[in-house]
């Protein structure tokens, strides 16, 4: 079951006060990749940062942090932060996405979703590209789609844009769009 769970500390001269997506019940090994991979990606953000805050991030669509998806194949969720320095000129967004294969409690990444990395990527590009135009547009680069979840709809990815257009842009890329370049029954898995 996902969940968000009130996360506030400090550290010398980072605060952070944010939601982060948490999931509860199911096997204890895939809860706790996935609860542990959620609260490394908060340190990450606020380890890479002096004198600023962490808060609950937004998105354009108001798409915020949440576990995106609970399977008996998949537990996926994305972590929205916006952060602010001391001195910035305006706070700025940060993604991190993590998706846990339930029958091995281990992370998906797209090198065992896809057959071919820079076929992927093209494909990827070309579709986000025609689905959203505030893109601008985004490049045929596998990096691009580094942040991402499934859902039954489509592989829903978070593309970095500049930071009037959000930081991120969540755009979601139909199944059928790129089926022919994933591996043999990782759409199965992903679309549940």
């Known amino acids: ?75 996926a969720g994305v972590a929205i932060f916006s952060t602010y320095g001391r001195g910035a000129a305006h706070p700025n967004n940060t993604v991190a996405t993590i998706t846990i294969n339930a029958d091995t409690a281990q992370p998906i990444l797209l090198s065992e979703v896809f057959t071919d990395q820079n076929a992927a990527a093209a494909r990827l590009a070309a579709s986000v590209n025609r689905i959203d135009s505030r893109a601008n547009p985004v490049a045929a680069d596998i990096n691009n789609f580094a942040n991402w979840v499934p859902l039954q709809s489509g592989f829903h990815v978070y593309v970095p844009v500049s930071h009037a257009a959000g930081d991120y842009l969540p755009v979601t890329v139909p199944w059928n769009e790129i089926a022919d370049l994933m591996k043999p029954g990782m759409q199965a898995v992903l679309a549940g």
């Open 1 to 75: 079951v996902g969940t968000l769970v009130p996360t506030r500390g400090r550290t010398e001269t980072t605060t952070f006060d944010v939601n982060l997506p948490q999931v509860t019940g199911g096997q204890a090994p895939v809860r706790e990749r996935f609860n542990t991979g959620m609260r490394s990606a908060l340190t990450d953000v606020v380890n890479q940062l002096s004198d600023a805050t962490v808060s609950d991030g937004t998105l354009l669509g108001d798409e915020r942090s949440r576990v995106t998806t609970t399977t008996q194949q998949v537990v």
